[in-house]
């Protein structure tokens, strides 16, 4: 059985940084895109970054985080990370991790996943 537990969120002021992690565990994820989503509150969830680790690797970013995150991944420990720097207010939300359901998908993950339960980031201005 799939599991992914993601920690590393809180409450930060504007502008600090976090670093997220996400433990999967269940099979080898290697072959499968993993990544972060988030859902603010009133809002629907949205994708916020992805990663793949073959043919040389690949990263994905919304728009709105670009230049701010960076997501990468440790095959062996089986854990995909979500660097967030320079935080806003409005990027505040609950963060789930994410993990392909098939193999060798795209690093935006839009097709089925398995999800985490999410990490709360709240950023006071």
């Known amino acids: 059985q799939v599991q992914l537990v993601e920690s590393g969120g809180g409450s930060v002021q504007a502008g600090d940084s976090l670093r997220l992690s996400c433990v999967a565990s269940?099979?080898?994820?290697?072959?499968?895109?993993m990544g972060w989503f988030r859902q603010a509150p009133g809002k629907e969830r949205e994708f916020v970054a992805g990663?793949?680790?073959?043919?040389?690797?690949?990263?994905s970013y919304a728009d709105s985080v670009k230049g701010r995150v960076t997501v990468s991944r440790d095959n062996a420990k089986n854990t995909v990370y979500l660097q967030m720097n320079s935080l806003k207010p409005e990027d505040t939300a609950v963060y789930y991790c994410?993990?392909?359901?098939?193999?060798?998908?795209?690093?935006?993950?839009?097709?089925?996943?398995?999800w985490g339960k999410g990490t709360l980031v709240t950023v006071s201005s």
């Open positions: 994410a993990a392909d359901k098939y193999p060798h998908g795209s690093s935006r993950l839009p097709g089925t996943k398995y």
């Open positions: 990663i793949i680790s073959w043919s040389g690797g690949s990263t």
């Open positions: 269940g099979r080898t994820f290697s072959n499968y895109a």
